[in-house]
């Protein structure tokens, strides 16, 4: 299993593009997450999905859409992309709640937005 | 508002000694909590969890203790390694929807040879 894949490793942006961040499991989890990393905040929810088709938002959603087609794939777009959004992404995927199962992360995205 | 905190940015020990990471929390819907450890360039790496019908719960050097009534966890490693310098995260989510969690600031750990 390759876990949870993350593309592309790092990015550079200008302000106003627009780009989207890859994620993908194969453990065939419901759960999927995005969170973003920044210094002195911890990691901070953006989006997450509890199965194909559905999303909801996280602490910090604006700026970001998502959508979830297949149980493998996340994707996380950025349609206007601001300096504040130079952060480190990190998608993360787990299993229903009720088997009390961890997240298991991928090895994150390092956007930089000028 | 913070709802996980970690109040410790960083935490040096010698090896052999224990680190006690601490963890607070405000939300008393959280049920579940659980450690993570996060190398640089890297995406974090579960470590330890807990329920919150226990107030322990340990795996090999790592414990964790729940106190509830002070909603306040902390992580214990014993005896520390130099190989767990990292930084660690605590999180939290309410009905174990590990889908939401809520993470602290992260707590940096060196452990000196």
């Known amino acids: 299993n390759a876990g949870v894949t993350q593309t592309p490793k790092f990015q550079v942006l200008k302000t106003g593009q627009s780009m989207t961040l890859q994620c993908a499991q194969d453990m065939n989890h419901e759960y999927m997450s995005w969170y973003r990393q920044d210094p002195g905040m911890g990691l901070r929810l953006i989006h997450y999905s509890v199965g194909a088709g559905i999303t909801d938002q996280g602490e910090v959603p604006n700026g970001y859409n998502v959508s979830r087609s297949t149980t493998e794939d996340f994707p996380l777009r950025l349609l206007s992309a601001a300096p504040s959004q130079t952060s480190v992404y990190f998608c993360?995927?787990?299993?229903?709640?009720?088997?009390?199962?961890?997240?298991?992360f991928g090895p994150g995205t390092r956007l930089l937005v000028l | 508002d913070q709802q996980v905190k970690q109040n410790s940015p960083s935490l040096s020990v010698q090896e052999g000694r224990i680190s006690i990471l601490n963890c607070d929390y405000t939300n008393s819907m959280f049920d579940y909590f659980l450690w993570y450890k996060k190398y640089p360039a890297e995406g974090p790496t579960f470590l330890i969890s807990i329920s919150s019908i226990k107030d322990k719960n340990e795996d090999g050097r790592f414990t964790v203790f729940l106190n509830k009534s002070a909603k306040h966890l902390s992580l214990h490693i014993v005896p520390s390694q130099p190989g767990d310098s990292a930084v660690y995260f605590c999180a939290a989510s309410d009905s174990g929807n590990t889908g939401k969690l809520i993470f602290g600031q992260g707590t940096t750990l060196q452990v000196k040879p």
């Open positions: 993360a995927s787990s299993r229903p709640s009720w088997e009390q199962e961890t997240q298991y």
